[in-house]
Protein backbone atom coordinates (compact mmCIF):
# COMPACT_ATOMS: atom_id res chain seq x y z
CA UNK A 1 0.00 0.00 0.00
CA UNK A 2 1.08 3.55 -0.01
CA UNK A 3 2.03 5.46 2.36
CA UNK A 4 -0.55 8.08 2.92
CA UNK A 5 -2.74 4.44 2.97
CA UNK A 6 -0.87 3.12 5.60
CA UNK A 7 -1.25 6.54 7.53
CA UNK A 8 -5.06 5.58 7.21
CA UNK A 9 -4.29 1.89 8.67
CA UNK A 10 -1.91 3.43 11.24
CA UNK A 11 -4.51 6.10 12.82
CA UNK A 12 -7.53 3.52 13.00
CA UNK A 13 -5.39 1.19 14.58
CA UNK A 14 -4.41 4.05 16.92
CA UNK A 15 -7.37 4.66 17.60
CA UNK A 16 -8.22 8.04 15.97
CA UNK A 17 -11.78 9.35 17.10
CA UNK A 18 -11.90 12.32 14.91
CA UNK A 19 -10.49 13.27 11.43
CA UNK A 20 -10.94 16.68 9.76
CA UNK A 21 -9.55 17.57 6.39
CA UNK A 22 -9.23 19.83 3.50
CA UNK A 23 -7.94 17.75 0.27
CA UNK A 24 -5.15 18.80 -1.20
CA UNK A 25 -2.42 16.73 -3.42
CA UNK A 26 -0.22 14.84 -2.77
CA UNK A 27 -1.97 13.90 0.65
CA UNK A 28 -5.53 12.74 -0.75
CA UNK A 29 -5.69 9.75 -0.40
CA UNK A 30 -5.42 9.77 3.50
CA UNK A 31 -8.49 12.01 3.19
CA UNK A 32 -10.67 9.74 1.21
CA UNK A 33 -9.38 6.84 3.08
CA UNK A 34 -10.61 8.40 6.62
CA UNK A 35 -14.29 9.44 4.51
CA UNK A 36 -14.65 5.66 3.63
CA UNK A 37 -13.46 3.84 6.93
CA UNK A 38 -14.61 6.33 9.84
CA UNK A 39 -18.26 6.14 10.15
CA UNK A 40 -18.44 2.71 9.77
CA UNK A 41 -16.52 2.59 12.39
CA UNK A 42 -18.97 4.93 14.04
CA UNK A 43 -16.10 7.88 14.34
CA UNK A 44 -15.82 11.63 13.20
CA UNK A 45 -15.40 12.49 10.08
CA UNK A 46 -15.85 15.44 8.08
CA UNK A 47 -14.42 17.31 4.80
CA UNK A 48 -14.04 21.00 6.25
CA UNK A 49 -14.34 23.85 4.57
CA UNK A 50 -10.48 24.89 4.94
CA UNK A 51 -7.75 24.06 6.22
CA UNK A 52 -8.22 27.40 8.80
CA UNK A 53 -11.54 25.20 9.81
CA UNK A 54 -10.37 21.69 9.92
CA UNK A 55 -7.34 22.66 12.46
CA UNK A 56 -9.93 24.52 14.88
CA UNK A 57 -12.37 21.53 14.15
CA UNK A 58 -8.90 19.40 15.44
CA UNK A 59 -8.74 21.68 18.06
CA UNK A 60 -12.52 21.30 19.53
CA UNK A 61 -12.18 17.34 19.61
CA UNK A 62 -9.20 17.34 20.97
CA UNK A 63 -10.83 19.82 23.66
CA UNK A 64 -13.28 17.43 24.01
CA UNK A 65 -10.41 14.50 24.95
CA UNK A 66 -11.14 12.63 21.65
CA UNK A 67 -7.77 11.14 19.50
CA UNK A 68 -8.15 13.61 17.03
CA UNK A 69 -6.22 13.87 13.69
CA UNK A 70 -5.73 16.13 10.21
CA UNK A 71 -3.50 16.18 7.71
CA UNK A 72 -2.81 18.26 4.66
CA UNK A 73 0.17 19.10 2.49
CA UNK A 74 2.75 22.42 2.63
CA UNK A 75 0.40 25.00 1.71
CA UNK A 76 -2.37 23.61 3.96
CA UNK A 77 -0.04 23.04 6.97
CA UNK A 78 0.95 26.78 6.61
CA UNK A 79 -2.50 27.78 6.85
CA UNK A 80 -2.81 25.37 9.98
CA UNK A 81 -0.65 27.06 11.72
CA UNK A 82 -2.69 29.58 13.38
CA UNK A 83 -4.51 26.93 14.88
CA UNK A 84 -0.75 24.76 15.68
CA UNK A 85 -0.10 27.99 17.80
CA UNK A 86 -3.65 28.16 19.58
CA UNK A 87 -3.67 24.03 20.35
CA UNK A 88 0.40 24.33 21.18
CA UNK A 89 -0.66 27.16 23.89
CA UNK A 90 -3.75 25.39 25.02
CA UNK A 91 -1.70 22.02 25.74
CA UNK A 92 -3.75 19.93 23.75
CA UNK A 93 -2.70 16.43 22.55
CA UNK A 94 -3.45 16.40 18.34
CA UNK A 95 -1.74 14.53 15.37
CA UNK A 96 -1.09 16.16 12.08
CA UNK A 97 0.58 14.90 9.16
CA UNK A 98 2.57 16.74 6.37
CA UNK A 99 3.19 15.43 3.33
CA UNK A 100 5.49 17.67 1.88
CA UNK A 101 5.27 19.02 -1.90
CA UNK A 102 7.22 21.92 -3.61
CA UNK A 103 7.34 25.34 -2.58
CA UNK A 104 7.24 28.38 -1.47
CA UNK A 105 3.90 29.23 -2.44
CA UNK A 106 1.62 27.19 -4.50
CA UNK A 107 5.03 25.49 -5.70
CA UNK A 108 4.20 22.25 -6.87
CA UNK A 109 3.06 19.17 -5.93
CA UNK A 110 6.14 16.63 -6.52
CA UNK A 111 7.90 15.72 -3.28
CA UNK A 112 9.98 17.76 -1.19
CA UNK A 113 11.47 18.90 2.01
CA UNK A 114 11.25 22.97 2.45
CA UNK A 115 8.91 22.62 5.54
CA UNK A 116 11.61 21.54 7.82
CA UNK A 117 12.16 24.70 9.54
CA UNK A 118 8.49 25.58 10.10
CA UNK A 119 7.75 22.12 11.42
CA UNK A 120 11.15 22.19 14.12
CA UNK A 121 11.01 25.88 15.02
CA UNK A 122 7.48 25.66 15.78
CA UNK A 123 5.60 27.06 12.91
CA UNK A 124 3.24 29.49 14.33
CA UNK A 125 3.28 32.86 16.59
CA UNK A 126 4.92 32.53 19.79
CA UNK A 127 7.69 30.50 21.82
CA UNK A 128 6.46 26.26 21.19
CA UNK A 129 7.47 23.35 19.91
CA UNK A 130 5.52 20.44 18.26
CA UNK A 131 7.28 17.22 18.15
CA UNK A 132 8.09 16.07 14.62
CA UNK A 133 8.71 12.53 13.53
CA UNK A 134 10.30 11.60 10.17
CA UNK A 135 9.21 8.12 8.31
CA UNK A 136 11.29 7.18 5.51
CA UNK A 137 8.78 4.08 4.52
CA UNK A 138 5.39 3.12 4.32
CA UNK A 139 5.71 1.36 6.97
CA UNK A 140 6.93 3.80 9.44
CA UNK A 141 3.96 5.97 8.45
CA UNK A 142 2.07 3.14 10.34
CA UNK A 143 4.40 3.06 13.02
CA UNK A 144 5.31 6.75 13.78
CA UNK A 145 1.26 7.12 13.02
CA UNK A 146 0.73 4.84 16.30
CA UNK A 147 3.85 6.32 18.17
CA UNK A 148 2.53 10.32 17.12
CA UNK A 149 -0.38 9.86 19.39
CA UNK A 150 1.15 8.38 22.19
CA UNK A 151 3.52 11.01 22.61
CA UNK A 152 0.63 13.89 21.40
CA UNK A 153 -1.31 12.56 25.04
CA UNK A 154 1.70 11.67 27.21
CA UNK A 155 2.94 15.03 26.94
CA UNK A 156 -0.48 17.34 25.71
CA UNK A 157 1.31 18.64 23.00
CA UNK A 158 0.73 18.51 18.91
CA UNK A 159 2.64 16.20 17.06
CA UNK A 160 3.56 16.53 13.57
CA UNK A 161 4.36 13.56 11.35
CA UNK A 162 6.63 15.28 8.27
CA UNK A 163 6.67 12.92 5.62
CA UNK A 164 6.75 13.61 1.49
CA UNK A 165 4.86 13.30 -1.47
CA UNK A 166 7.70 10.70 -2.23
CA UNK A 167 6.74 8.81 0.46
CA UNK A 168 3.18 9.24 0.75
CA UNK A 169 2.65 7.92 -3.12
CA UNK A 170 4.88 4.99 -3.18
CA UNK A 171 3.91 1.82 -2.86
CA UNK A 172 5.11 -0.63 -1.03
CA UNK A 173 4.57 -3.93 1.43
CA UNK A 174 3.05 -3.05 5.31
CA UNK A 175 2.99 -5.34 8.37
CA UNK A 176 -0.69 -4.45 9.42
CA UNK A 177 0.44 -4.56 12.92
CA UNK A 178 -1.29 -3.36 15.73
CA UNK A 179 0.52 -0.59 18.16
CA UNK A 180 1.44 -2.16 21.10
CA UNK A 181 -1.33 -2.26 24.17
CA UNK A 182 -1.15 0.86 26.11
CA UNK A 183 -2.59 2.27 28.68
CA UNK A 184 -4.42 5.37 27.53
CA UNK A 185 -3.48 8.04 29.62
CA UNK A 186 -6.19 9.78 31.70
CA UNK A 187 -7.56 13.25 30.64
CA UNK A 188 -9.23 14.99 33.76
CA UNK A 189 -8.97 18.58 32.12
CA UNK A 190 -11.12 17.87 29.12
CA UNK A 191 -14.50 19.48 28.18
CA UNK A 192 -17.39 17.03 29.06
CA UNK A 193 -19.66 19.40 30.23
CA UNK A 194 -19.29 20.50 33.88
CA UNK A 195 -20.96 17.79 35.78
CA UNK A 196 -19.88 18.25 39.50
CA UNK A 197 -17.25 20.75 39.57
CA UNK A 198 -16.52 24.10 38.29
CA UNK A 199 -16.42 24.91 34.48
CA UNK A 200 -13.26 24.27 32.54
CA UNK A 201 -11.58 26.86 30.27
CA UNK A 202 -9.35 25.45 28.06
CA UNK A 203 -7.24 28.72 25.99
CA UNK A 204 -4.20 29.79 24.85
CA UNK A 205 -5.12 33.29 26.70
CA UNK A 206 -3.42 34.66 29.94
CA UNK A 207 -3.69 38.59 29.52
CA UNK A 208 -1.47 39.13 32.94
CA UNK A 209 1.90 38.73 32.21
CA UNK A 210 3.17 36.78 35.11
CA UNK A 211 0.44 34.33 34.06
CA UNK A 212 1.50 34.05 30.63
CA UNK A 213 5.34 33.91 31.60
CA UNK A 214 4.22 31.18 34.35
CA UNK A 215 2.19 29.02 31.50
CA UNK A 216 5.09 29.26 29.16
CA UNK A 217 7.82 27.98 31.28
CA UNK A 218 5.78 24.94 31.83
CA UNK A 219 5.67 24.49 28.50
CA UNK A 220 9.23 25.00 28.09
CA UNK A 221 9.96 22.26 30.89
CA UNK A 222 8.01 20.07 29.45
CA UNK A 223 10.22 20.47 26.11
CA UNK A 224 13.70 20.41 28.17
CA UNK A 225 11.61 16.84 29.25
CA UNK A 226 10.91 15.71 25.90
CA UNK A 227 14.49 16.45 24.27
CA UNK A 228 15.35 14.50 27.19
CA UNK A 229 13.43 11.32 26.55
CA UNK A 230 12.47 11.42 23.22
CA UNK A 231 15.29 12.21 20.18
CA UNK A 232 15.33 9.55 17.91
CA UNK A 233 17.46 8.15 14.98
CA UNK A 234 18.65 5.49 13.39
CA UNK A 235 22.76 4.66 13.11
CA UNK A 236 23.52 2.70 10.29
CA UNK A 237 27.26 1.32 8.57
CA UNK A 238 28.42 4.07 11.24
CA UNK A 239 30.48 2.34 13.34
CA UNK A 240 33.59 2.78 11.32
CA UNK A 241 32.43 4.79 8.92
CA UNK A 242 34.94 7.63 7.58
CA UNK A 243 31.80 9.33 5.63
CA UNK A 244 28.16 9.65 7.30
CA UNK A 245 25.90 10.43 5.00
CA UNK A 246 22.88 12.48 7.09
CA UNK A 247 19.20 12.69 5.33
CA UNK A 248 15.58 12.28 6.89
CA UNK A 249 12.73 10.54 4.67
CA UNK A 250 13.14 10.31 0.97
CA UNK A 251 17.07 11.50 1.12
CA UNK A 252 17.64 8.73 3.69
CA UNK A 253 16.93 6.09 1.52
CA UNK A 254 18.86 7.68 -0.89
CA UNK A 255 21.58 8.07 1.38
CA UNK A 256 21.19 4.14 2.86
CA UNK A 257 21.90 3.07 -0.62
CA UNK A 258 24.59 4.81 -1.37
CA UNK A 259 26.49 3.50 2.12
CA UNK A 260 25.49 -0.06 0.91
CA UNK A 261 27.21 0.48 -3.02
CA UNK A 262 30.43 2.28 -1.14
CA UNK A 263 30.40 -0.58 1.32
CA UNK A 264 30.42 -3.20 -1.66
CA UNK A 265 33.57 -1.23 -3.02
CA UNK A 266 35.25 -1.62 0.95
CA UNK A 267 34.93 1.95 1.17
CA UNK A 268 33.52 2.81 4.73
CA UNK A 269 30.68 4.93 4.34
CA UNK A 270 27.58 4.91 6.93
CA UNK A 271 24.50 6.72 7.32
CA UNK A 272 22.60 8.38 10.28
CA UNK A 273 18.89 9.34 9.73
CA UNK A 274 17.10 11.80 12.42
CA UNK A 275 13.71 10.22 13.32
CA UNK A 276 12.68 12.79 14.96
CA UNK A 277 13.35 16.18 13.55
CA UNK A 278 12.38 18.02 16.86
CA UNK A 279 13.67 17.24 19.25
CA UNK A 280 16.77 16.79 16.88
CA UNK A 281 18.81 13.31 18.56
CA UNK A 282 22.03 15.30 18.79
CA UNK A 283 23.62 12.98 21.34
CA UNK A 284 22.21 10.28 18.62
CA UNK A 285 24.23 11.63 16.12
CA UNK A 286 27.29 12.57 17.35
CA UNK A 287 27.63 8.70 19.32
CA UNK A 288 27.09 7.78 15.17
CA UNK A 289 30.35 9.53 14.17
CA UNK A 290 33.05 7.94 16.39
CA UNK A 291 35.42 7.35 13.13
CA UNK A 292 34.13 10.36 10.90
CA UNK A 293 36.35 12.60 9.11
CA UNK A 294 33.74 14.22 6.73
CA UNK A 295 29.76 14.74 6.60
CA UNK A 296 27.56 14.34 4.14
CA UNK A 297 23.96 16.04 4.37
CA UNK A 298 21.01 15.04 1.91
CA UNK A 299 18.07 17.11 1.92
CA UNK A 300 15.16 18.04 -0.85
CA UNK A 301 15.65 21.53 0.53
CA UNK A 302 18.68 24.32 0.48
CA UNK A 303 20.41 24.25 3.79
CA UNK A 304 17.52 23.33 6.64
CA UNK A 305 18.35 20.24 7.57
CA UNK A 306 22.19 21.28 7.29
CA UNK A 307 21.65 23.70 10.30
CA UNK A 308 20.87 21.30 12.70
CA UNK A 309 23.71 19.35 12.13
CA UNK A 310 26.04 21.73 12.17
CA UNK A 311 24.49 22.51 15.69
CA UNK A 312 24.52 18.79 16.91
CA UNK A 313 28.27 18.26 15.69
CA UNK A 314 29.60 22.22 16.84
CA UNK A 315 30.76 22.63 13.04
CA UNK A 316 33.71 20.04 13.91
CA UNK A 317 33.46 18.19 10.96
CA UNK A 318 33.97 19.07 6.80
CA UNK A 319 29.85 19.09 5.67
CA UNK A 320 29.61 18.34 1.83
CA UNK A 321 25.87 19.61 1.51
CA UNK A 322 23.69 18.84 -1.31
CA UNK A 323 20.86 20.17 -1.16
CA UNK A 324 17.73 20.34 -3.80
CA UNK A 325 14.76 22.06 -4.42
CA UNK A 326 11.34 22.42 -6.37
CA UNK A 327 10.80 18.78 -5.76
CA UNK A 328 14.19 17.51 -7.49
CA UNK A 329 16.27 14.95 -5.59
CA UNK A 330 19.30 13.97 -4.57
CA UNK A 331 20.50 10.62 -6.62
CA UNK A 332 22.72 7.28 -5.26
CA UNK A 333 24.68 7.90 -8.11
CA UNK A 334 25.78 11.62 -6.80
CA UNK A 335 26.08 10.83 -3.15
CA UNK A 336 28.56 7.54 -3.95
CA UNK A 337 30.47 9.89 -6.07
CA UNK A 338 30.50 12.39 -3.09
CA UNK A 339 31.22 9.40 -0.61
CA UNK A 340 34.11 8.17 -2.79
CA UNK A 341 35.71 11.43 -3.86
CA UNK A 342 35.46 12.40 0.17
CA UNK A 343 36.70 8.50 1.40
CA UNK A 344 39.21 8.18 -1.44
CA UNK A 345 40.83 11.57 -0.39
CA UNK A 346 39.21 12.97 2.71
CA UNK A 347 40.77 16.16 4.05
CA UNK A 348 42.12 17.42 0.45
CA UNK A 349 39.57 21.03 0.60
CA UNK A 350 36.61 19.64 -0.23
CA UNK A 351 33.36 20.75 1.51
CA UNK A 352 33.25 23.32 4.61
CA UNK A 353 36.60 22.91 6.96
CA UNK A 354 36.76 24.72 9.99
CA UNK B 1 -48.05 46.18 59.13
CA UNK B 2 -44.16 44.77 57.81
CA UNK B 3 -44.41 42.39 54.75
CA UNK B 4 -42.63 39.55 54.47
CA UNK B 5 -39.53 39.58 52.34
CA UNK B 6 -40.03 38.90 48.97
CA UNK B 7 -37.19 38.08 46.79
CA UNK B 8 -37.85 39.78 42.95
CA UNK B 9 -34.08 39.52 41.84
CA UNK B 10 -31.38 37.10 42.32
CA UNK B 11 -28.25 36.07 40.36
CA UNK B 12 -28.48 33.69 37.56
CA UNK B 13 -26.36 30.99 39.59
CA UNK B 14 -24.37 29.92 35.86
CA UNK B 15 -22.79 33.46 35.96
CA UNK B 16 -20.01 33.87 38.59
CA UNK B 17 -20.23 36.18 41.33
CA UNK B 18 -17.19 38.40 39.48
CA UNK B 19 -17.61 42.06 38.03
CA UNK B 20 -17.64 42.27 34.33
CA UNK B 21 -15.20 44.54 32.62
CA UNK B 22 -17.89 45.59 30.29
CA UNK B 23 -18.44 48.81 29.89
CA UNK B 24 -21.38 50.90 31.17
CA UNK B 25 -24.06 50.38 28.83
CA UNK B 26 -23.00 47.63 26.65
CA UNK B 27 -25.28 44.91 26.50
CA UNK B 28 -22.73 41.87 26.66
CA UNK B 29 -23.83 42.15 30.27
CA UNK B 30 -27.34 41.53 29.67
CA UNK B 31 -26.88 39.05 26.85
CA UNK B 32 -24.64 37.12 28.79
CA UNK B 33 -27.51 37.19 31.89
CA UNK B 34 -30.09 35.73 29.22
CA UNK B 35 -27.47 32.83 27.85
CA UNK B 36 -27.03 31.94 31.73
CA UNK B 37 -30.78 32.47 32.17
CA UNK B 38 -31.54 30.01 28.44
CA UNK B 39 -28.81 27.18 29.99
CA UNK B 40 -30.59 27.11 33.63
CA UNK B 41 -34.06 27.19 31.76
CA UNK B 42 -32.87 23.61 30.19
CA UNK B 43 -30.83 22.43 32.56
CA UNK B 44 -27.66 22.56 30.44
CA UNK B 45 -24.97 23.39 32.71
CA UNK B 46 -23.28 19.93 33.04
CA UNK B 47 -23.73 18.62 29.55
CA UNK B 48 -22.62 21.78 27.40
CA UNK B 49 -19.59 23.68 25.80
CA UNK B 50 -18.91 27.00 25.58
CA UNK B 51 -16.96 28.33 22.12
CA UNK B 52 -15.83 32.06 23.13
CA UNK B 53 -14.38 34.35 20.54
CA UNK B 54 -11.38 36.59 20.76
CA UNK B 55 -12.80 40.52 21.40
CA UNK B 56 -14.98 42.45 23.98
CA UNK B 57 -16.47 38.82 25.04
CA UNK B 58 -12.79 36.93 25.33
CA UNK B 59 -12.67 36.61 28.55
CA UNK B 60 -17.26 35.63 28.86
CA UNK B 61 -15.29 32.48 30.56
CA UNK B 62 -14.57 34.58 33.94
CA UNK B 63 -18.77 35.03 34.15
CA UNK B 64 -20.29 31.81 32.60
CA UNK B 65 -19.75 28.89 34.79
CA UNK B 66 -19.79 26.48 32.53
CA UNK B 67 -17.18 23.94 30.21
CA UNK B 68 -15.29 26.67 27.92
CA UNK B 69 -13.17 26.57 24.96
CA UNK B 70 -10.69 29.17 22.94
CA UNK B 71 -11.16 29.55 19.54
CA UNK B 72 -8.69 31.16 16.89
CA UNK B 73 -10.16 34.93 15.84
CA UNK B 74 -13.45 33.68 13.79
CA UNK B 75 -13.15 30.36 14.12
CA UNK B 76 -15.57 29.75 16.88
CA UNK B 77 -18.13 27.35 14.85
CA UNK B 78 -15.32 25.25 13.17
CA UNK B 79 -14.21 24.51 17.19
CA UNK B 80 -17.80 24.05 17.63
CA UNK B 81 -18.13 21.75 15.12
CA UNK B 82 -15.30 19.88 16.28
CA UNK B 83 -16.86 19.45 19.96
CA UNK B 84 -20.14 18.54 18.49
CA UNK B 85 -18.66 15.77 16.30
CA UNK B 86 -16.74 14.21 19.01
CA UNK B 87 -19.48 14.45 21.82
CA UNK B 88 -22.61 14.89 19.86
CA UNK B 89 -24.08 14.47 23.18
CA UNK B 90 -23.02 17.84 24.70
CA UNK B 91 -25.28 20.98 23.73
CA UNK B 92 -22.37 23.05 21.89
CA UNK B 93 -22.49 27.15 21.75
CA UNK B 94 -20.72 29.81 20.42
CA UNK B 95 -20.83 33.58 21.89
CA UNK B 96 -19.35 35.74 18.91
CA UNK B 97 -19.07 39.46 17.98
CA UNK B 98 -19.20 41.05 14.70
CA UNK B 99 -15.45 41.20 13.66
CA UNK B 100 -15.60 37.53 15.08
CA UNK B 101 -18.27 36.06 13.00
CA UNK B 102 -18.54 38.38 10.09
CA UNK B 103 -15.26 39.04 9.00
CA UNK B 104 -12.51 36.90 9.82
CA UNK B 105 -14.99 34.18 10.23
CA UNK B 106 -16.97 34.30 7.74
CA UNK B 107 -15.91 31.01 6.08
CA UNK B 108 -16.22 29.36 9.64
CA UNK B 109 -19.93 30.88 9.85
CA UNK B 110 -21.58 30.47 6.57
CA UNK B 111 -19.84 26.41 5.94
CA UNK B 112 -21.31 25.65 10.23
CA UNK B 113 -24.88 27.26 9.07
CA UNK B 114 -24.88 25.31 5.59
CA UNK B 115 -23.73 22.35 7.13
CA UNK B 116 -27.41 22.88 9.21
CA UNK B 117 -24.27 22.00 12.46
CA UNK B 118 -26.23 20.99 15.10
CA UNK B 119 -24.43 24.13 17.18
CA UNK B 120 -26.20 27.28 18.65
CA UNK B 121 -24.67 30.70 17.80
CA UNK B 122 -25.13 33.77 19.72
CA UNK B 123 -23.63 36.81 17.64
CA UNK B 124 -23.48 40.30 19.20
CA UNK B 125 -23.06 42.76 16.78
CA UNK B 126 -22.64 46.18 18.08
CA UNK B 127 -21.27 47.45 14.64
CA UNK B 128 -17.45 48.31 15.86
CA UNK B 129 -14.44 46.01 16.70
CA UNK B 130 -14.74 47.40 20.87
CA UNK B 131 -11.28 45.43 21.95
CA UNK B 132 -9.21 46.76 19.83
CA UNK B 133 -10.00 50.21 20.47
CA UNK B 134 -12.87 51.71 18.15
CA UNK B 135 -11.93 50.06 14.66
CA UNK B 136 -14.74 49.48 11.39
CA UNK B 137 -16.61 46.56 11.41
CA UNK B 138 -17.75 44.76 9.09
CA UNK B 139 -21.40 45.47 10.34
CA UNK B 140 -20.63 49.33 10.75
CA UNK B 141 -22.83 51.25 8.86
CA UNK B 142 -22.67 53.35 6.28
CA UNK B 143 -21.48 57.49 7.43
CA UNK B 144 -20.41 55.66 11.04
CA UNK B 145 -16.97 57.41 12.56
CA UNK B 146 -14.53 54.98 13.66
CA UNK B 147 -10.87 54.77 13.89
CA UNK B 148 -10.49 52.96 10.72
CA UNK B 149 -13.41 55.13 8.94
CA UNK B 150 -12.58 58.51 10.75
CA UNK B 151 -15.21 59.89 7.74
CA UNK B 152 -17.67 57.78 8.24
CA UNK B 153 -17.77 54.85 6.35
CA UNK B 154 -18.33 55.24 2.58
CA UNK B 155 -20.34 52.68 0.32
CA UNK B 156 -17.69 53.19 -2.53
CA UNK B 157 -14.58 52.64 -0.49
CA UNK B 158 -15.78 50.23 2.14
CA UNK B 159 -19.16 48.96 0.75
CA UNK B 160 -22.09 48.62 2.61
CA UNK B 161 -22.78 46.42 6.12
CA UNK B 162 -23.04 43.08 6.25
CA UNK B 163 -26.53 41.72 7.34
CA UNK B 164 -25.51 38.28 8.45
CA UNK B 165 -29.26 36.68 9.15
CA UNK B 166 -30.39 37.45 6.23
CA UNK B 167 -27.27 36.29 4.30
CA UNK B 168 -27.51 33.10 6.43
CA UNK B 169 -31.20 32.74 5.98
CA UNK B 170 -30.58 32.25 2.10
CA UNK B 171 -29.03 28.79 3.07
CA UNK B 172 -31.20 25.70 3.23
CA UNK B 173 -29.10 24.13 6.48
CA UNK B 174 -30.09 26.86 9.31
CA UNK B 175 -33.09 25.82 11.39
CA UNK B 176 -33.49 29.07 12.82
CA UNK B 177 -32.03 32.49 12.83
CA UNK B 178 -33.39 35.51 14.45
CA UNK B 179 -32.07 39.13 15.16
CA UNK B 180 -33.10 40.84 18.00
CA UNK B 181 -31.73 43.67 20.51
CA UNK B 182 -31.00 44.05 24.63
CA UNK B 183 -31.84 48.30 24.54
CA UNK B 184 -35.07 48.07 26.48
CA UNK B 185 -36.68 45.69 28.67
CA UNK B 186 -39.94 44.75 25.80
CA UNK B 187 -37.07 43.85 23.48
CA UNK B 188 -34.98 41.89 25.99
CA UNK B 189 -37.89 39.74 27.04
CA UNK B 190 -38.44 38.90 23.17
CA UNK B 191 -34.31 38.26 23.23
CA UNK B 192 -34.65 35.55 25.67
CA UNK B 193 -37.45 34.01 23.96
CA UNK B 194 -35.52 33.97 20.65
CA UNK B 195 -32.45 32.65 22.52
CA UNK B 196 -34.88 29.93 24.23
CA UNK B 197 -35.87 29.05 20.61
CA UNK B 198 -32.84 28.74 19.15
CA UNK B 199 -31.21 26.63 22.15
CA UNK B 200 -34.56 24.31 21.57
CA UNK B 201 -33.66 23.98 18.03
CA UNK B 202 -30.02 22.10 18.92
CA UNK B 203 -32.04 19.93 21.59
CA UNK B 204 -34.53 18.90 19.29
CA UNK B 205 -31.58 17.84 16.84
CA UNK B 206 -32.92 20.59 14.45
CA UNK B 207 -29.57 21.60 13.75
CA UNK B 208 -28.19 25.70 13.38
CA UNK B 209 -29.73 28.09 14.66
CA UNK B 210 -28.62 31.82 15.35
CA UNK B 211 -29.50 34.98 17.39
CA UNK B 212 -28.40 37.95 15.95
CA UNK B 213 -28.36 40.57 18.93
CA UNK B 214 -28.00 44.35 18.52
CA UNK B 215 -26.09 45.53 21.67
CA UNK B 216 -25.15 49.27 22.34
CA UNK B 217 -21.48 50.22 22.54
CA UNK B 218 -21.84 53.96 24.03
CA UNK B 219 -18.03 53.93 24.44
CA UNK B 220 -17.30 53.77 20.51
CA UNK B 221 -20.44 55.01 19.15
CA UNK B 222 -19.42 57.90 21.58
CA UNK B 223 -22.81 58.41 23.55
CA UNK B 224 -23.94 58.34 26.50
CA UNK B 225 -25.71 54.71 27.31
CA UNK B 226 -29.04 56.21 27.70
CA UNK B 227 -28.62 57.89 24.06
CA UNK B 228 -26.68 54.41 22.79
CA UNK B 229 -29.79 52.66 23.64
CA UNK B 230 -31.93 54.77 21.88
CA UNK B 231 -29.66 55.04 18.74
CA UNK B 232 -29.94 50.99 18.72
CA UNK B 233 -33.73 51.56 17.49
CA UNK B 234 -33.61 55.05 15.85
CA UNK B 235 -30.10 54.36 13.80
CA UNK B 236 -28.92 50.53 14.16
CA UNK B 237 -32.44 49.20 13.08
CA UNK B 238 -32.82 51.09 10.20
CA UNK B 239 -30.13 49.04 8.41
CA UNK B 240 -30.78 45.90 10.73
CA UNK B 241 -34.71 45.51 11.53
CA UNK B 242 -35.46 42.81 14.16
CA UNK B 243 -37.13 39.68 13.34
CA UNK B 244 -37.06 35.66 12.29
CA UNK B 245 -35.29 35.21 9.39
CA UNK B 246 -35.60 31.46 8.97
CA UNK B 247 -37.74 29.08 10.67
CA UNK B 248 -37.76 25.65 9.51
CA UNK B 249 -40.14 24.42 12.42
CA UNK B 250 -42.93 27.06 11.49
CA UNK B 251 -42.76 26.59 8.16
CA UNK B 252 -44.02 22.92 9.29
CA UNK B 253 -46.01 24.92 11.80
CA UNK B 254 -44.06 23.00 14.68
CA UNK B 255 -43.20 23.65 18.27
CA UNK B 256 -43.75 27.12 19.52
CA UNK B 257 -40.76 27.87 22.65
CA UNK B 258 -42.07 29.35 26.25
Known sequence: MSGNDAVVEGAIRAGVECYFGYPITPQNEIIAGMAARLPGLGRAFLQSESELAAISMVHGAAAAGKRAMTTSSSPGISLMQEGISYIAGTRLPVVIVNVQRGGPGLGNIAAAQGDYFQATRGGGNGDYHVIVLAPDCAQEMLDLTFQAFDLADQYRTPVMILSDGRIGQTMEPVELRDPPAKKRVEKPWALTGAKGRPGHYLCSLLLPVPELAEHNRLLQKTYREIERREPRGEAYQTADAGVVFIGYGTCARIAREATDILRDEGLKAGMFRPITLWPFPNKKLVAALPKAKALVVAEMSTGQLLQDVRLATSDKLPIEFVGYTGGEAPTVKELVAIGRKLLQKPRNGNGRKK | ?258
Not at chain 2, 41 to 68: N, Q, T
Not at chain 2, 188 to 217: H, M, N, Y
Open chain 2, 1 to 258: MIATEKKVFARTPVLTPKMTHYCPGCGHGIVHRLVAEAIEHYGLRERMVCVAPVGCSVLAYKYIDVDMSEAAHGRAPAVATGIKRARPELFVMTYQGDGDLAAIGTAEIVHAANRGENISVIFVNNAVYGMTGGQMAPTTLLGQKTKTSPAGRAEKLEGPPIKVSEMLSTLDGPSYIARVTVNKPANIRKAKQAILTAFGRQLDGKGFSLVEVLSPCPTYWRLPPQKAAEAVENWMMKTFPLGVYKDKEAADGKRAEG
